[in-house]
């Protein structure tokens, strides 16, 4: 198959699922069909004592003190000191990016009415991408019927926002602000806020109800912290977790390295509630750099000449057929993909299976980053034995490549091949890993991509491939309606055992790996995945 800077083969729309993740920052918020948060929070609102008249939100008199503006303004301005406040209980870190926590802040009895009114008024729109899910209102600019949010937001423009201008010594021009809710499951991925005039990112909890004001770390939601590396990258492990607290206000400048992310939700007891927005201001200075960070790319090479496995010991028979070939060569044509089941011999694929299991002395695994990229973890392949070096090599032998050219008709082997090149990768999957959108999975030319799973788990590892930008345009970002499909997605890849996917990728796709929630049942272990990359 010759190939063009246009592909004359498409993949074909398929797998389409209520959760299809939108483009970024173009999604629309999708009223909840269900409305079982709605009703969840009903009943957690009964357990409220209501207020018998509407208060006045005003601050916590203690952060009105000059006293203690002041010492947060000579905190704040040393930026690398992690102090605490004795009287109020605030703090400051410095590392590994500024951020403070003002427990209190506003007077008793805020939280339970604003609560009551997020309950009786706010309607929520389910949030889903390959980064986040969970709920979220509309800005609080747009809730007229809301009297104590909108007067919430008041207090934020009026009170706060001058008060962090001299806490911080930026010039703050107005705020943005919304409720979210994240319930069991829900998840928020490692990202920086940075955003053209995004200068200072806040959050406020909302956890009024008796035993739960402040969450354990059992109970999930924190706001996690990371630190990064010398090209502004988040690295693993998580620095620091701040766990949800009634009536506390977080805030933190946003910056090149100002990483963070929402722990999943782990409890069914309790929602995560907040307010949460922005300060903005000018344009960012670290917003024009932070657009030049390049996510790493996967490293390709040429067949292994001097493996040559025997195809008829691995694979199963089936495959081998002329007849088998031609067919699904035909599909491929067709479809740009097919998944070719029971592709190994059956004793193969339990032998390497059963090592991938057991074996955790001899193969040597290391963590997937940046972690605003991906997280899971690949095996080092110069350790693989047995049967799982055998599956390995076959992938990058002369074979493999004559055998996809048979399958696809593209010019991987044979006197019209020039210089095709592989990339093979033996990936872990387990819960709370993921890859998110970014340039690091955008296909800079076409690609032939082999998946193939070992001890799958449905709900584990699923891969989801989108179209090109602009090459398929989101129906509902035109109309508005919400009953329209999301065309973005092309293609859902499931996993099943023993089995290969083989995709034909155009330039321009990208694809993701949605986050493993820890709902997902792994009761067998964690799930292996042999994914491959193959250039003509």
Known sequence: METTSVSTVKPKRKDKSEDAHEERQKEEQRPDPS???????????????????????????????????????STWAKADQTVKEEKTGAQVFGDPFQICLLPGLMAEGTSKALVSEIIDKVTWSRKQMDLYEFYQSTDLSNMPRCRLLTNFLQVLRKQVR??????????????????????????????????????????????????????????????EIFSSDDQCFPQFPVHRKIAPKDNQFAFFKVGSRSFHQVGEVTTFDYPRLTINGWFHGETNEAFVPDSMRAFPRLSYLQPDSLNKPPLGLLLNNVYLKTATRRSIQKRIEENSEICLYEFFKREKFELARAQLLSDDETLVWRRQGP???????????????????????????????????DFTDLDLSGADAVR?????????????????????LV?????????????????????????????LPNEKEKTGSDDEEDDSVLLTISPVDNALNIVYRCEGTTKFTKYVSRNTPLEKGPVFVISCSYKE
């Open 420 to 440: 095709p090149k592989c990339s093979v990768e033996l990936q872990r999957w387990s819960h709370g890993n993921y890859t998110v959108l970014g340039d690091g």
């Open 371 to 405: 972690a605003n990229a991906h997280n899971y973890e690949v095996m080092d392949l110069s350790t693989a034995r047995g049967t799982i070096q055998e599956l390995l090599q076959l992938f990058r032998s002369n074979a493999m490549f004559d055998l996809l050219r």
């Open 35 to 73: 409305g079982e948060p709605q009703r969840k929070l009903l009943r957690l609102g009964e357990t409220l004592d209501k207020p018998l008249a509407a208060p006045e939100l005003h601050l916590n008199a203690a952060y009105q003190q000059k006293e203690l503006t002041q010492w947060l303004q």
């Open 443 to 471: 296909s800079e030319e076409n690609t032939l991509d082999l998946v193939y799973y070992l001890n799958a788990a449905e709900g584990a590892a699923v891969i989801t491939y989108l179209s090109p930008d602009g090459e």
């Open 162 to 223: 001058p008060w962090l201008e001299k806490v911080t010594n930026l010039k703050l021009d107005y705020v943005s602000a919304s409720c979210s809710m994240y319930t069991c499951g829900d998840y928020l991925l490692v990202h920086d806020d940075l955003l053209k005039d995004r200068q200072i990112a806040f959050i406020y909890y909302l956890s009024p109800w008796k035993g739960a004001e402040e969450w354990s770390e059992t109970q999930g939601g924190s706001l």
